[in-house]
């Protein structure tokens, strides 16, 4: 797999130290406040918020229908403990993907570093060893999709 090839202690450290970030969406709800307060606007917050364990829940619906062990890979690092949920579809992935969404629209000219961003966090759970590379990849379209449901929940600023 090409991402045993990028493993070592140095870079697993810091893999596993983004892919925590990740872990029930809380490091991208508190970028969402952050820009919030800068914006001094609460819709980014609540936005992300929204998109986030919204999405969360959903991805919770699919393990539950799908069932899919988590890879079981020897050379795996062993810097975190693997989920005991189902592998199939990966929340980080779909959580950050949603984020991106939800926090492109409160600051556009980030939005491709926010996609970028979300997709290393998809990455992680590959390097990891803890889901499998198709996990992610519908961890991150279900996230596109809800990231773009959770939208109608947060209304629009009203023009003056």
């Known amino acids: ?3 045993a ?3 070592s202690p140095d870079v697993d450290r810091v893999v596993s130290g983004y892919s925590l970030l990740g872990n029930s969406g809380l490091g991208w709800v508190a970028l969402g406040v952050a820009i919030s307060v800068v914006k001094r606007d609460p819709r980014p917050a609540v936005a992300t ?4 364990w919204g999405t969360l829940g959903v991805n919770y619906g ?3 229908i799908a069932k899919r062990e988590r890879p079981n890979l020897e050379d795996a690092p062993q810097a975190i403990e693997a989920p005991t949920s189902s592998s199939f579809p990966s929340s980080h992935a779909a959580m950050s993907a949603a984020a991106a969404v939800a926090l492109g629209d409160a600051v556009p ?4 570093p926010l996609k970028l961003a979300a997709a290393t966090m998809a990455y992680t759970r590959v390097h990891l060893g803890v ?6 990849v519908a961890g991150y379209a279900l996230g596109a999709v809800t990231g773009r449901v959770a939208r109608l929940f947060v209304p629009a600023r009203r023009r003056r």
């Open 5 to 7: 090839r990028l493993r």
């Open 62 to 64: 699919v393990k539950l």
């Open 1 to 3: 797999m090409a991402a």
């Open 131 to 136: 889901h499998h590379p198709s996990d992610v």
């Open 109 to 112: 000219f980030a939005r491709l």
């Open 49 to 52: 918020a929204v998109a986030v």
